[in-house]
């Protein structure tokens, strides 16, 4: 059974740094991509970007290229989702997501979320 | 990029059937894919592949998809469909490898 743990709940200054995780505890980490999605309070699902971690291929939507860094640990089944400066526009919640079937074109497992607030 | 629109909100009475739709250009040429989100849950796969239910899925929940519009139909609705709804494809043509639909929020009245 895949399971998507994610890391903890940060409250965080704009301009700081961050750095989340979700770690993979289930089936082929380097062969599946791990995608990162972002909810805005009260807003919809918005996909970010994506990173096969058997090559590093990382693929960013154009809303969020240049704006945050998806990196992975093949070692430790872990993916990550970075900012160098934090801004109050980026509080929300966070979700990785595992894509399955042909093309990896849904995602059928989900982390459970990680809540990041920027506030001065 | 891709836009998938769907209506902001579908109520219905219990036991009877909500119907949601997501439109998009030529969206019957794409597979959809349809989640479920609880309030202060993570998203839930319901139906894939326009119409494919992942297991532990009621068979309530239906899918199907031609030409600008797919569908995604609740049979027999229960208090516990209350929530809201996305629609998904994957666009390998664009950057936008994956497009989420605005969402629906269904109410059960």
């Known amino acids: 059974e895949v399971q998507l743990v994610q890391s903890g709940a940060e409250v965080k200054k704009p301009g700081e740094s961050l750095k989340i995780s979700c770690k993979d505890s289930g089936y082929s980490f380097t062969t599946y991509g791990i995608g990162w999605v972002r909810q805005m309070p009260g807003k919809g699902l918005e996909w970010m970007g994506i990173i096969y971690p058997g090559d590093s291929d990382t693929r960013y939507s154009p809303s969020f ?56 | 990029s891709y836009v998938l629109t769907q209506p902001p909100s579908v109520s219905v009475a219990p036991g009877k059937t909500a119907r949601i739709t997501c439109g998009g250009d030529n969206l019957g040429s794409k597979s959809v894919h349809w989640y479920q989100q609880k309030p202060g849950q993570a998203p839930v796969l319901v139906i894939y592949y326009d119409s494919d239910r992942p297991s532990g899925i009621p068979e309530r929940f239906s899918g199907s998809n031609s030409g600008n519009t797919a569908t995604l139909t609740i049979s027999r609705v229960e208090a516990g469909d209350e929530a809201d709804y996305y629609c998904q494809v994957r666009d390998s043509s664009s950057d936008h490898l994956y497009v989420f639909g605005t969402g629906t929020k269904v109410t059960v009245l």
């Open chain 1, 65 to 120: 290229q240049g704006q945050v860094t998806i990196s992975a640990d093949k070692s430790i089944n872990t993916a990550y989702l970075q900012w160098s400066s934090l801004k109050a526009s980026d509080t929300a919640m966070y979700y990785c997501a595992k894509p399955s079937g042909g093309s990896w074109s849904y995602f059928a497992f989900w982390g459970q979320g990680t809540l990041v607030t920027v506030s001065s």
